[in-house]
């Protein structure tokens, strides 16, 4: 009697109880705007997850090694709870018989990446994944560990203004390594934690410092304008294209990957598109033979605008010319690549930068390896080298937390959110830099059929966002004014001549007469 009571009670509907039914906010407190994170799917976590461990401890079945699949899901459940709070990244740590303590790293970009795809069983889904992951395991080993604040050493910086000298390459410092100028940068500290090189040891300084000589050969002088052209909101200069990309490819040990780039100056294709490769231009590369190289970079600026054209492995060209469009060949081919933080938009003439450059590289092919018989032979043509343009896919879907427009998380597209007229400069350094790291990566035929999606599109170093863009110029002024405090303070005088005192009194007679 006392059950069916309550039960009578229970279903008594009040007024007022019937209003709240109907408007239950009224009943709620509001939920704040900044909490409504995006949707997380936690199978797609749990397969993430199961797969980087599966990766990094080089097993199938973790059960064996001491991983159950109950603490996947636990742990994978709640990095889904801190991604929906919009976090850019959440760290799962995990004990196993192999490891003390293997970390996860599982990022937003990614899953919201792999969420995308609903047929988790399918062959490119698991291919797409596996990519995924081995990009950001990499990028997470490369990465230096944070230090605490007491431990990081104080960057002096040293600004010039006008047309006055901030400093010049190369120069030899005393006391300081350039090599500290690395420190201002994450995309060159990276470079120092991958080769375990230290910035303050002095053979590493000279190693560096000998190596820089040699990269750049002239003086290459940098003044207070050229660094003006780091602040926000000014598009970069020629000077300050051509030295970083000189100083991000300088080894800086004996086995730096770094030697397999070359580096071509901003005015060289302008040169060539203006008046062809003559012999004046032909003596650029007298002492280079570029087909030795990994890598070709070639910064282009015309019309206020940069834009970034890369070769990869350029001695490749016969074996592709002959095997080009096979799907089935496995071994690396060569490739132009036009990177542009306006897509497709671009206001560079491809047309025209892909034939001066092709006209470039069947020159010095011939230079270089063709015979008598062969004088005339030109492999590089349109129809096996032309220019791909990766793009990826423009969706107005969904506000990603990292911009500021409706965009899929795809590399290029975010690109594309680079509404001023002033940060293509910094996107090409950043690609620069990108490729670079890629410099012993084989381009597939595969790659070249589906345009570069996964060796481009798909990696993780290209999932880069405007505040990227910002950290990285803002860095880049610190380095310069590290380089400027280094050349004014600490580079190596050399000794001025010895002047007869009576020529000081004449000139200085002379001036007063002027």
């Not at 889904?125 to 604040?149: R, S």
Request: charged share 25%; net charge positive; glycine share 4%.
């Amino acid at each position: 009697m006392s059950d069916s009571s309550i039960n009578i009670k229970q279903a008594v509907v009040t007024p007022e109880k019937a209003k709240q039914n109907r408007h239950p906010s009224l009943n709620q407190s509001p939920v704040p705007k900044q909490s409504r994170g995006v949707s997380i799917s936690v199978k797609h976590v749990i397969y993430y997850v199961t797969t980087w461990l599966q990766s990094v401890l080089r097993v199938k079945k973790l059960r064996d090694i001491g991983i159950l699949s109950s603490t996947i899901k636990r742990e994978s459940r709640r990095g889904a709870v801190v991604l929906e709070t919009g976090k850019p990244e959440v760290r799962l740590e995990f004990e196993s018989k192999k490891s003390d303590n293997t970390v996860v790293v599982v990022t937003l970009a990614n899953i919201l990446a792999i969420q995308k795809h609903n047929d988790m069983k399918s062959l490119r889904f698991v291919d797409f994944v596996n990519a995924i992951i081995k990009a950001t395991a990499a990028n997470v080993e490369a990465t230096p560990p944070p230090q605490p604040a007491a431990s990081q050493t104080k960057i002096d910086t040293s600004y010039v203004t006008g047309d006055a000298t901030s400093f010049h390459l190369p120069f030899r410092s005393t006391d300081q390594s350039l090599l500290s100028a690395d420190e201002c940068s994450n995309e060159l500290k990276v470079q120092l934690r991958r080769l375990n090189v230290s910035s303050g040891s002095t053979s590493s300084r000279h190693f560096f410092e000998n190596s820089l000589r040699d990269i750049i050969g002239t003086k290459l002088v940098v003044n207070g304008n050229d660094v003006a052209t780091l602040k926000p909101h000014q598009l970069l200069n020629d000077v300050i294209i051509n030295t970083w990309l000189k100083w991000l490819t300088t080894p800086r040990s004996r086995n730096d990957t770094n030697s397999d780039v070359y580096v071509f100056s901003s005015y060289f294709i302008s040169a060539v598109m203006a008046n062809g490769y003559n012999k004046s231009l032909q003596r650029w590369l007298k002492k280079v033979n570029i087909f030795e190289k990994k890598l070709l970079l070639f910064p282009i600026h015309a019309g206020y605008h940069w834009s970034l054209i890369a070769v990869i492995s350029p001695k490749l060209i016969k074996q592709t010319s002959k095997r080009y469009g096979e799907p089935n060949y496995s071994q690396g081919v060569t490739c132009m690549i036009h990177l542009d933080s306006l897509g497709s938009s671009t206001m560079h003439d491809r047309h025209q930068l892909s034939w001066a450059i092709r006209g470039v590289l069947n020159v010095e092919w011939g230079r270089h390896f063709n015979d008598t018989l062969d004088k005339e032979a030109k492999p590089f043509t349109h129809r096996t080298f032309h220019l791909h343009c990766p793009s990826g896919k423009l969706k107005l879907k969904e506000r990603c937390h990292l911009s500021n427009a409706f965009y899929d998380f795809i590399p290029m597209a975010l690109c594309r959110s680079r509404i001023n007229n002033y940060d293509c400069g910094v996107f090409l350094l950043r690609n620069a830099f990108n490729l670079v790291q890629r410099v012993h990566t084989k381009v597939l035929m595969t790659d070249i059929n589906n345009r570069l999606q996964t060796y481009i599109d798909n990696n993780e170093l290209f999932h880069y966002d405007k505040a990227d863009i910002n950290r990285m110029r803002a860095e880049l002024f610190t380095m310069y004014g590290c380089l400027t405090n280094v050349y004014q303070h600490r580079r190596v005088m050399t000794q001025p001549a010895r002047l007869d005192p009576l020529e000081l009194e004449s000139d200085s007679e002379e001036e007063d007469e002027v």
